[in-house]
């Protein structure tokens, strides 16, 4: 009994080293595993300028940079040329240029980044296919806004919001979670380009299947 008893304390001590080194060996490649994520995903430096340099305007490249140092944008950044000024409207070319909205709210200043990227990316990624996906959403949602502020002004340009808003969604949901990205914009719904927003919201499923289709994607 003494022996057998040996015996099963050696088994047990040479699971527990087993279990030991094995954990050990887990834990390791998981820190080997974020390490490499780390650097292999980093957002690219971005070149912002200001128009004036004005206070606000240097506010806002503050915020930007601490932004893209708080978030992995590697995936949302197309162009790294930004402008920001004062009075201006968001617009994407030809150089992205960001307002003084939101210095307040790094959600809702992070969002009209990954939007304006949105447009960027179908300038430049989507171009070929640009008139197919045009089509592909007039057929599939013949009734869109166009007039302000539900839609852009435009018909062509505000189809194409419809894609770069979902776009936008996509790209907040991956930043800040599922949560915090609808409530951006679930607000852009009564703030501006009302319908396309209402339209993601209600329909997501089709918008997504358009996009699918066409493969638009970050």
């Known amino acids: 009994m003494e022996t057998a008893g040996k015996l099963a304390a050696l088994r047990g001590g040479r ?40 206070a606000g305007e240097e506010q806002r490249k503050d915020q930007m940079e601490r932004l893209a140092e708080q978030y992995d944008l590697n995936k949302y950044t197309i162009t790294r040329d930004i402008i920001i000024e004062r009075g201006a409207i968001n617009h994407s070319s030809p150089v992205l240029t960001l307002n003084l909205r939101f ?13 304006e990227q949105g447009h960027w990316l179908l300038m430049e990624r989507n171009r070929a296919r640009n008139p197919q996906l045009f089509e592909d959403l007039r057929i599939t949602f013949p009734n869109v806004e166009v007039e302000r502020p539900a839609g852009d002004g435009e018909l062509r340009s505000s189809y194409f919001h419809v894609a770069v808003c979902m776009l936008e969604w996509q790209a907040m949901e991956d930043l800040v979670g599922a949560e915090r990205a609808r409530k951006v914009i679930e607000w852009k719904q009564s703030d501006h380009y009302t319908g396309i927003y209402s339209l993601i919201l209600n329909q997501r499923a089709q918008v997504e299947g358009v996009l699918k289709r066409e493969g638009v994607k970050w």
């Open 103 to 115: 210095l307040d709210n790094d959600d809702l200043a992070l969002s009209a980044y990954v939007h």
């Open 15 to 54: 699971e527990l080293r087993r279990t030991r080194k094995f954990t050990l060996a887990a834990s390791a490649l998981a820190v080997l595993s974020l390490s490499s994520a780390s650097f292999s995903a980093q957002t690219p430096k971005l070149k912002i300028k200001t128009k004036h340099g004005a």
